[in-house]
């Protein structure tokens, strides 16, 4: 019996990963599909292409297949199986999913292997072959107060159909869809069945728009959580009180402790972006020095240093 070399049939490496694999599948067999080719041995090649594809998208069917190949089962043109291979029954399985097809079409060296009780099923229409559109993957810019109340986006893709012979025509899709309010940096938002459209009858892909949030001036990030540097007086910090900050919802009263220090930070719950739990907002104080305008300012900033008894270095040594 004549071995079969599924990833010269592929045109793949043996060391191809899955996505590659699924690639040149999706291409060959819409190469050598029979409602599309006009080649003379397109329906012998589209069901090679099957087969090779059943083998080595199943992870522990390719291993099977690739230990065959390792330990001189293929000896040139015979296949010599190990001692009690049919009685180790091999994988007798149907993988399911994408592409099947009808086991009784495979080659004897595939029913040497897995035999034609595998399980594989041929779908209805376009000759027994149906493919899942891709999935299609989008970024998206978002402000970030339009991450907290959320908006909607109408963006072009580029796509492409199916005419009657089967053939993949460039196209432009455009959509208007809603980005939820608490969406994230980095989010991933699924639309099903907006990706490039399925073969054969078979559904379409998905359309995956990943969030990239635009960087704010006021605001720094970190999840749904976010952070405000905001500056104040130097006898706001020493005397404590209520100020005015501005968080994603509107202006909010903040009460700053007394003797308050540089870079001390303060929890607004909940005031970062909504979610379960909503984020919160934190206020990183930053104490600004007023400049001396008058001698009359000199005054009074020289009795505070004679008044107060301060070394803002006794206790770093410095």
Do not use: C
Not at 138 to 156: D, I, K, P, Q, W
Not at 166 to 186: E, F, M, Q, W, Y
Not at 304 to 312: G, L, N, T, Y
């Amino acid at each position: 019996m004549k071995p079969v070399d599924y990833y010269d049939v592929m045109g793949v490496a043996e060391d191809a990963p899955a996505e590659q694999i699924k690639k040149a599948y999706r291409r060959l067999a819409r190469q050598y599909h029979p409602d599309v080719s006009q080649e003379d041995d397109a329906e012998e090649k589209f069901k090679q292409v099957g087969e090779a594809y059943e083998v080595l998208k199943d992870p522990e069917k390719r291993e099977e297949y690739d230990n065959l190949r390792k330990y001189g089962a293929f000896n040139g043109d015979q296949f010599n199986p190990p001692p009690d291979w049919e009685a180790q029954g091999g994988f007798r399985r149907g993988s399911g999913g994408e592409g099947e097809f009808d086991a009784r079409q495979f080659s004897d060296f595939f029913d040497a292997i897995y035999g034609r009780s595998a399980g594989f099923r041929s779908e209805p229409g376009s000759g027994g072959f149906a493919v899942r559109g891709e999935d299609v993957h989008a970024g998206v810019s978002v402000t970030l107060a339009e991450a907290y109340a959320g908006t909607t986006r109408t963006f072009s893709l580029e796509m492409h159909r199916y005419d009657e012979s089967g053939r993949a025509i460039p196209d432009v899709k455009t959509l208007k869809t809603s980005i939820p309010a608490g969406v994230v940096n980095g989010q991933k938002i699924r639309l099903r069945g907006q990706g490039q459209p399925g073969f054969g009858g078979a559904e379409n892909g998905d359309l995956f728009l990943e969030i990239n949030l635009v960087e704010d001036k006021r605001f720094v990030v970190d999840g749904r959580d976010i952070t405000l540097a905001l500056p104040i007086s130097p006898w706001e910090a020493i005397l404590g009180g209520g100020v005015e900050v501005p968080t994603l919802g509107g202006n909010v009263k903040l009460t700053i402790p007394e003797n308050a220090s540089a870079g001390q930070k303060l929890r607004l719950k909940g005031k970062g972006l909504p979610g379960d739990p909503a984020g919160d907002q934190y206020v990183v104080l930053k104490i600004v020095v007023p400049r001396i305008e008058s001698d009359e300012d000199r005054k009074l900033v020289e009795q505070m240093r004679d008044q107060i008894a301060f070394d803002p270095r006794a206790e770093s040594g410095a």
